[in-house]
């Protein structure tokens, strides 16, 4: 079944850069795009950008451009999401989610969530 | 940044109840708007995409509605389950936001 693992928790302290991991299986990563988004504790998810699974293109949102980088290693079925500069407002939980390659715009499946405490 | 307002943001209801959440769009966003469940401590479930169309695999019980700035989830029967908070999103132009969710309770 479709299926999105991502890494465990992480606590980083103020000014640290954190790489979170998902992989993909029960489908194809070229055949989709992947989505990371984030939710802090009692907040509506926040979106930060997109890969396409197939030709690695992504987008940010303009909240995160500069901090943000989002990458894949399609033999390894895994995206990437580094967040640099990171402050105790970034404290949060972490989730990839799926979408198609044509870039519906939602997301039909996640992954279980990844939290990142940011803390001195 | 388009923004999404629900209400109401909580709500209390029975088994068996019929429930409507609205979401209203700061501006136009025709009917790219999508809805999800999330249950504490899970990550959301997609329900509802194109402002009415059912995901595969979610009870036919959910319905969804509306276009331009007005859209509405219904849930025509709660079950047990179905206590959780939901969310609208949207998905007309970047960057994709959510509504603050509504939390629906079990009366």
């Known amino acids: 079944q479709v299926q999105l693992v991502q890494s465990g928790a992480e606590v980083k302290r103020p000014g640290a850069s954190v790489r979170v991991s998902c992989t993909a299986s029960?489908?194809?990563?070229?055949?989709?795009?992947i989505h990371w988004l984030r939710q802090a504790p009692g907040q509506r998810p926040e979106w930060m950008g997109w890969?396409?699974?197939?030709?690695?293109?992504?987008k940010y949102s303009e909240n995160f451009q500069d901090r943000v980088t989002i990458s894949r290693d399609t033999y390894a079925s895994t995206v990437y999401m580094d967040l640099s500069s990171l402050q105790s407002d970034d404290t949060a939980v972490y989730y990839c989610?799926?979408?198609?390659?044509?870039?519906?715009?939602?997301?039909?499946?996640w992954g279980q969530g990844t939290s990142v405490t940011v803390s001195s | 940044d388009i923004q999404l307002t629900q209400s109401p943001s909580s709500l209390s209801a029975s088994v068996g109840d019929r429930v409507t959440i609205t979401c209203r769009a700061s501006?136009?966003?025709?009917?790219?708007v999508a809805w999800y469940q999330q249950k504490p401590e899970q990550a959301p479930k997609f329900l509802i995409y194109s402002a009415s169309d059912l995901q595969s695999g979610v009870p036919s019980r959910f319905s969804g509605s509306g276009s331009g700035t007005d859209f509405t989830l219904t849930i025509s029967s709660l079950h047990p389950e179905d206590f959780a908070t939901y969310y609208c999103?949207?998905?007309?132009?970047?960057?994709?936001?959510f509504g603050q969710g509504t939390r629906l309770e079990i009366k």
């Open positions: 501006q136009g966003i025709g009917r790219w």
């Open positions: 029960g489908f194809s990563l070229s055949s989709h795009t």
């Open positions: 999103q949207q998905y007309n132009s970047y960057p994709i936001t």
């Open positions: 890969i396409n699974g197939d030709n690695g293109k992504t």
């Open positions: 989610a799926r979408d198609s390659i044509y870039l519906w715009l939602w997301f039909d499946n």
